[in-house]
């Protein structure tokens, strides 16, 4: 439902600046029509009790039609808020005065956006976490009634794959919680300082159990400098990188993980593959929960679209930023910058890790 715009003859007050003076000119306007029309009923020869009551009736009439253009946009608060009680966030406030109901109107049109944009993420989140859900609890349900009706037997192959599809649900599950506990701000920093190296390599050696056909690389520069931030959660950020470019990078691929201090404090971590990269104009709507650059790739061969979404509020929480780049000639480059302090202890010499 939207709520209709009122014409502008029916709020002839809207060019005022403000409440104040349109509530000045509606008295100015209705002693001036009694003043008025009270002297041309006399004049008429009416008696002054018949003026009187004449001049005040004109009077309530000038200051209802007055009136009623400045509370219009209240009206058509009501009418929206009661919409929005039955679910619907289309309806908008018509907000073309400048005077304070002006401005409520204009924050109340923002408010209703963003309740549309929060109901829509809110329905889009339930679909896909369903969908996701549900394709390992339906791998699973089909192995078990194997196993019951004795089609299939307990043997480690069957057991293995029943414990992939368990591990995946667990992390789904944990991805879904760490988000939550991100957006909702509940999720405090445990700032400290670091040495940056032993992290990075941590997030490659994970990765190389499941990619053993891509080449990595690390660079740490300088090889042994410390940032003050949360190691865990950069550590999360940088496996949730590490594995998006593994789960693009071709055959033989390499994958090179930089960790650069930046002179003035703070650091920038970067992860590039050799992938096909990703469409300029995707490059930001790949930090969306579900959201997949690849949409022919299915959820089994990818992640559930978390892992960028959740590193991006990581970044965010402490204070940085995350951005894609292009990784010449081609492929793909993660790029998150971390403030915080420095400490260096050592020359800036690259250290690569086979």
């Not at 995946?168 to 040495?195: A, I, K, W």
């Not at 050696?205 to 499941?210: I, P, T, V």
């Not at 190691?231 to 940088?238: D, K």
Request: net charge negative; hydrophobic share 45%.
């Amino acid at each position: 439902m939207h709520v209709k715009r009122p014409r502008t003859p029916e709020r002839p007050l809207d060019p005022l600046p403000t409440l104040k003076l349109k509530i000045s000119v509606i008295i100015l306007a209705a002693v001036a029509v009694t003043v008025g029309v009270f002297f041309v009923g006399l004049k008429a020869g009416l008696w002054p009790s018949v003026a009187g009551v004449l001049s005040g009736l004109v009077a309530l009439a000038v200051v209802w039609v007055l009136a009623r253009g400045l509370t219009s946009p209240l009206r058509e608060m009501v009418a929206a808020t009661e919409a929005m009680a039955r679910g619907d966030f289309t309806a908008r406030v018509t907000a073309i005065s400048h005077d304070e109901i002006g401005t409520l109107a204009h924050a109340f049109n923002q408010m209703a956006a963003e309740l549309a944009e929060t109901d829509r993420l809110r329905r889009d989140l339930v679909a896909n976490v369903s969908h996701e859900l549900r394709t390992p609890i339906t791998a699973l349900q089909a192995v078990l009634e194997n196993l019951v009706d004795g089609v299939g037997k307990a043997d480690p192959e069957t057991l293995s794959t029943m414990l992939a599809q368990v591990e995946r649900l667990g992390r789904l599950v944990q991805q879904l919680l760490d988000l939550s506990r991100l957006e909702s701000g509940t999720l405090p920093l445990d700032r400290d300082l670091f040495e940056v190296r032993p992290m990075i390599e941590h997030a490659i050696r994970e990765s190389q159990l499941h990619a053993p056909d891509v080449y990595f690389a690390a660079e740490v520069v300088p090889r042994d400098f410390r940032l003050e931030a949360d190691a865990e959660r950069l550590h999360q950020v940088v496996a949730n990188f590490v594995e998006n470019a593994v789960r693009h990078s071709p055959p033989k691929g390499r994958v090179c993980v930089r960790a650069i201090a930046a002179p003035d404090g703070g650091a920038r971590l970067e992860v590039s593959d050799e992938g096909p990269g990703i469409p300029d104009g995707e490059a930001t709507r790949v930090f969306e929960r579900f959201y997949r650059a690849d949409s022919a790739r299915s959820s089994s061969d990818g992640g559930a679209g978390l892992g960028l979404a959740i590193a991006r509020w990581i970044v965010e929480l402490h204070g940085g930023d995350i951005r894609v780049a292009r990784n010449e000639p081609h492929g793909c480059r993660m790029v998150a910058t971390i403030p915080g302090r420095v400490e260096l202890s050592a020359l800036p010499t690259p250290e690569l890790i086979n």
